[in-house]
């Protein structure tokens, strides 16, 4: 069963040119794979008729056979809980631990106290930061501060993971185990769509990978047909 599905999708900015022409793929459940291509190639764009920061100028987006031009209003925000987002700069709360940055999202969705410590403190956990959910982000290392985003996005149990360049500052080390984590993520149900223009990483992840250029979907590459990195 498809989780997403673009269909002729054309994205026009008010003024601006193209940023997406007549895009058209489907992502399987429990699948992962990347979005890559130069600056200013659509990806952000894509990514944003997702989690509905953007809406298309053309074409329809179906996520879970729903169509997202029909949610509109207080439906926003019950989509935007089966879509996980991750950013480049995490968007953490600074003057909030990582505790209450995890929480926020179960906090402002009415949980109760209880089932909010077992969901942050398992999502935690999961991600080695077990020990750290007193500290302040200005505590953590670059790689820890953009784990916690990720476990902000996963705190849901989101249907879908939508990543924007999620290792641009970070060193390779550290960006490859935040893929490999990115990889562990489709086994327990959460499909995973990241935007990444390093295509050394990308290739060595060996997933498939979607190629913009100029708003056109100009590849679709599956993972037997990547070259060694
Ligand atoms: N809010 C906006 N208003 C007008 N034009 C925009 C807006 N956002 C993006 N664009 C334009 O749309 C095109 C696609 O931009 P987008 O940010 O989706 O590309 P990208 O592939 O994510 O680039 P990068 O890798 O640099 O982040 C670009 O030409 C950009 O200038």
């Given at each position: 069963?498809?989780?997403?599905?673009?269909?002729?999708?054309?994205?026009?900015?008010?003024?601006?040119?193209?940023?997406?022409?007549?895009?058209?793929?489907?992502?399987?459940?429990?699948?992962?794979?990347f979005?890559t291509?130069?600056?200013?190639?659509?990806?952000?764009?894509?990514?944003?008729?997702?989690?509905?920061?953007?809406?298309?100028?053309?074409?329809?987006?179906?996520?879970?056979?729903?169509?997202?031009?029909?949610?509109?209003?207080?439906?926003?925000?019950?989509?935007?809980?089966?879509?996980?987002?991750?950013?480049?700069?995490?968007?953490?709360?600074?003057?909030?631990?990582?505790?209450?940055?995890?929480?926020?999202?179960?906090?402002?969705?009415?949980?109760?106290?209880?089932?909010?410590?077992?969901?942050?403190?398992?999502?935690?956990?999961?991600?080695?930061?077990?020990?750290?959910?007193?500290?302040?982000?200005?505590?953590?290392?670059?790689?820890?501060?953009?784990?916690?985003?990720?476990?902000?996005?996963?705190?849901?149990?989101?249907?879908?993971?939508?990543?924007?360049?999620?290792?641009?500052?970070?060193?390779?080390?550290?960006?490859?185990?935040?893929?490999?984590?990115?990889?562990?993520?489709?086994?327990?149900?959460?499909?995973?769509?990241?935007?990444s223009h390093d295509l050394g990483l990308v290739r060595?992840?060996?997933?498939?990978v979607?190629?913009?250029?100029?708003?056109?979907?100009?590849?679709?590459?599956?993972?037997?047909?990547?070259?060694?990195g």
């Amino acid at each position: 069963m498809a989780v997403l599905r673009f269909d002729h999708v054309s994205k026009q900015y008010p003024g601006g040119r193209a940023a997406l022409s007549e895009v058209s793929f489907e992502v399987a459940a429990g699948e992962m794979l990347f979005l890559t291509g130069h600056s200013g190639a659509g990806k952000s764009t894509l990514l944003k008729l997702i989690h509905l920061a953007e809406r298309p100028s053309r074409g329809t987006v179906l996520f879970n056979d729903r169509n997202l031009l029909k949610v509109r209003g207080r439906r926003v925000a019950l989509h935007r809980r089966e879509v996980g987002v991750v950013f480049q700069d995490h968007c953490l709360l600074t003057d909030r631990s990582v505790f209450d940055n995890v929480a926020l999202p179960l906090v402002l969705r009415g949980l109760r106290r209880g089932e909010i410590g077992r969901r942050v403190r398992g999502v935690l956990e999961r991600l080695g930061l077990g020990d750290r959910e007193r500290a302040l982000p200005a505590q953590l290392s670059a790689g820890e501060q953009q784990r916690v985003g990720i476990a902000r996005a996963l705190v849901g149990e989101p249907r879908l993971l939508v990543a924007d360049e999620p290792t641009g500052n970070l060193d390779p080390t550290l960006a490859a185990e935040i893929m490999s984590l990115f990889a562990s993520l489709p086994e327990r149900g959460t499909s995973v769509l990241v935007a990444s223009h390093d295509l050394g990483l990308v290739r060595r992840m060996r997933k498939r990978v979607l190629v913009l250029d100029q708003g056109r979907l100009v590849d679709d590459i599956a993972p037997e047909e990547l070259a060694d990195g």
